[in-house]
């Protein structure tokens, strides 16, 4: 398989992959309509970082130990889930009313800050251990003989993030018209249930998964 012939077939499996519902959809759709544009491409780009933090990992040969790691993964895994688990429940029994209650929510200082959204979307990423397991088993498939290991597989992983970013784009784009549509009081208090047990789903997921 030629440079050309792997790159060509990993933008391609890629980008199905990518497309595919799972939670960072779920995040990035829920934080564009509730939230605002500006808040999902946060998370968007905090979830983006994750999967170049996973790539640099796998590259440098730390994804393959996780893999073989029982512990490490199990330890991983369920700090993801509680992770999941405390997003969903505070969505579930925090329901909003309005679009303007979020700020003004006591005890939670500077958790609705831009850069809260961001570390959001890369903790959601980081403790989801099978994101590295996952690169660990996908990524070497694409790289062609004779090309250096390490900084191809980061190379790839820089590509699969390029993909999720337009595709996060898209998302955010396509949620606009939904977002005016929350700003009835029962919507917006339906969504944030919806999505709280979606994550706690994920989270569930997550915690019963296996290497």
Same mark, same amino acid.
């Given at each position: 398989?030629?440079?050309?012939?792997?790159?060509?077939?990993?933008?391609?499996?890629?980008?199905?992959?990518?497309?595919? /519902?799972?939670?960072?959809?779920?995040?990035?759709?829920?934080?564009?309509?509730?939230?605002?544009?500006?808040?999902?491409?946060?998370?968007?780009?905090?979830? %983006?970082?994750?999967?170049?933090?996973?790539?640099?990992?796998?590259? @440098?040969?730390?994804?393959?130990? @996780?893999?073989?790691?029982?512990?490490?993964?199990?330890?991983?895994?369920?700090?993801?889930?509680?992770?999941?688990?405390?997003?969903?429940?505070?969505?579930?029994?925090?329901?909003?009313?309005?679009?303007? %209650?979020?700020?003004?929510?006591?005890?939670?200082?500077?958790?609705?800050?831009?850069?809260?959204?961001?570390?959001?979307?890369?903790?959601? %990423?980081?403790?989801?251990?099978?994101?590295?397991?996952?690169?660990?088993?996908? @990524?070497?498939?694409?790289?062609?003989?004779?090309?250096?290991?390490?900084?191809?597989?980061?190379?790839?992983?820089?590509?699969?993030?390029?993909?999720?970013?337009?595709?996060?784009?898209?998302?955010?784009?396509?949620?606009? /018209?939904?977002?005016?549509?929350?700003?009835?009081?029962?919507?917006?208090?339906?969504?944030?249930?919806?999505?709280?047990?979606?994550?706690?789903?994920?989270?569930?997921?997550?915690?019963?998964?296996?290497?």
């Amino acid at each position: 398989m030629t440079m050309t012939q792997s790159l060509v077939a990993f933008v391609l499996a890629a980008g199905l992959l990518t497309v595919t /519902p799972g939670l960072d959809t779920a995040m990035v759709l829920r934080t564009s309509t509730v939230e605002g544009p500006r808040r999902a491409a946060l998370a968007a780009i905090g979830i %983006n970082i994750g999967c170049l933090v996973w790539g640099a990992a796998v590259a @440098l040969g730390l994804g393959a130990l @996780l893999a073989a790691s029982e512990t490490g993964y199990a330890l991983l895994k369920w700090a993801g889930a509680c992770y999941l688990f405390w997003l969903g429940i505070a969505l579930v029994r925090r329901p909003r009313s309005g679009l303007a %209650n979020e700020a003004a929510r006591p005890g939670r200082p500077g958790w609705t800050s831009g850069r809260a959204w961001l570390v959001r979307g890369l903790l959601t %990423n980081l403790l989801n251990p099978k994101v590295g397991v996952f690169y660990v088993t996908f @990524l070497p498939q694409f790289v062609p003989a004779g090309a250096p290991v390490a900084a191809y597989t980061f190379a790839l992983a820089a590509v699969h993030v390029l993909l999720g970013l337009l595709w996060c784009a898209l998302l955010i784009g396509a949620s606009a /018209p939904l977002g005016r549509a929350l700003a009835r009081p029962a919507l917006l208090r339906a969504m944030d249930r919806l999505t709280g047990s979606l994550f706690i789903a994920f989270g569930v997921r997550l915690a019963l998964s296996r290497q």
